[in-house]
Each structure stands twice: as structure tokens, then as C-alpha cells.
């Protein structure tokens, strides 16, 4: 993701978004993600990664994606993960 050539994709909802996030993803809810999977055509190039609380919904998310011919890949153990090895997160709202 430092290099530009992946893009971190949180598909929790928004409220949990604004909560705490890694810094520079993108929100798109997994309600919504066959709805909103248009907005992600600009990194069809990248490989995409997907963060959810648990990951209990980037497996069926990162499907969709994937026969779409998205590049995916998983952050596995989540947020969860994520924020109990102590790593940044920001709060806020998305501004992509």
C-alpha cells in the first residue's frame, strides 16, 4: 500500500468507520459493496485488500470482487487484529 500499487477497502458500515480506520482506506459497506462496486474500477490495476471487524464478510465480499476480475486479497484477523497488535488507526469519515 506504500507503494501505491494496493488499496485498503473497509467494508464495515460507516458509523465503525468514523470510529477508528487505517489511515487512507476506503469505505465501502459490504451491504452496499454490489451497489457501489463501480467506484473501485479506478484500481482495477491494484491489488485490492479488504478489512472488515473480524472478517466475517471480506470472504464473500473478496468473491464478488474477485469474479469481477479484481486482484483481492484479505487483512486477515481485521480491525480486531489490527488495533490488538496496537497499530494506528485515524477516526473520521472518509473523504474519497
Not at 35 to 52: A, G, M, N, P, Y
Request: net charge positive.
Amino acid at each position: 500500500m506504500n507503494n501505491k500499487e494496493a488499496v485498503l477497502v473497509d467494508v464495515r458500515e460507516g458509523a465503525d468507520y468514523a470510529i477508528g480506520h487505517i489511515f487512507g482506506a476506503v469505505n465501502i459497506p459490504h451491504t452496499k459493496m454490489p451497489t457501489r462496486i463501480s467506484e473501485l474500477e479506478k484500481h482495477r490495476t491494484k491489488v485490492i485488500v479488504l478489512v472488515d471487524q473480524m472478517g466475517q464478510h471480506t470472504g464473500s465480499i473478496g468473491k464478488l470482487l474477485s469474479k469481477d476480475g479484481f486482484n483481492v486479497r484479505r487483512l486477515g484477523g481485521g480491525m480486531s487484529e489490527w488495533t490488538s497488535q496496537s497499530m494506528p488507526t485515524v477516526a473520521g469519515q472518509n473523504n474519497s
